[in-house]
Nanobody, 126 residues
Framework: QVQLVESGGGSVQAGGSLRLSCAAS????????MGWFRQAPGKEREGVALIYTGDGRTTYANSVKGRFTISLDNAKSTLYLQMNSLKPEDTGMYFC???????????????????WGQGTQVTVGS
């Protein structure tokens, strides 16, 4: 069982930055695929940035490459998403996700993650 609690969302103007945090409660921190999905109103959930805690392998959506960075604090069992150069199209509800105790072969697929946080809202004004 994995519990995920996100924080750090908010409103920012285009070009600004935000950092999201996800505190994880799990007995398998060192062998999880974890990351962030987002969902805008009327759109499907989209994988944004994912990481395998076992070796640090990362996967990013093309739309955020070079702007977003996913990272881990192993001592705190916490996942971060640093978002820079934010655009209005980055607006949405951001969800922290986890596989539980495995590597996600399709990291950008929402079906790979049985565990989801409650979400945190990010709004980027133009």
């Amino acid at each position: 069982q994995v519990q995920l609690v996100e924080s750090g969302g908010g409103s920012v103007q285009a070009g600004g930055s935000l950092r999201l945090s996800c505190a994880a409660s799990t007995n398998a921190w060192d062998r999880n695929s974890m990351g962030w999905f987002r969902q805008a109103p009327g759109k499907e959930r989209e994988g944004v940035a994912l990481i395998y805690t076992g070796d640090g392998r990362t996967t990013y959506a093309n739309s955020v490459k070079g702007r977003f960075t996913i990272s881990l604090d192993n001592a705190k069992s916490t996942l971060y998403l640093q978002m820079n150069s934010l655009k209005p199209e980055d607006t949405g509800m951001y969800f922290c996700v986890a596989t539980g105790a495995s590597y996600a072969a399709a990291p950008l697929s929402p079906g790979a993650y049985p565990y989801w946080g409650q979400g945190t809202q990010v709004t980027v004004g133009s």
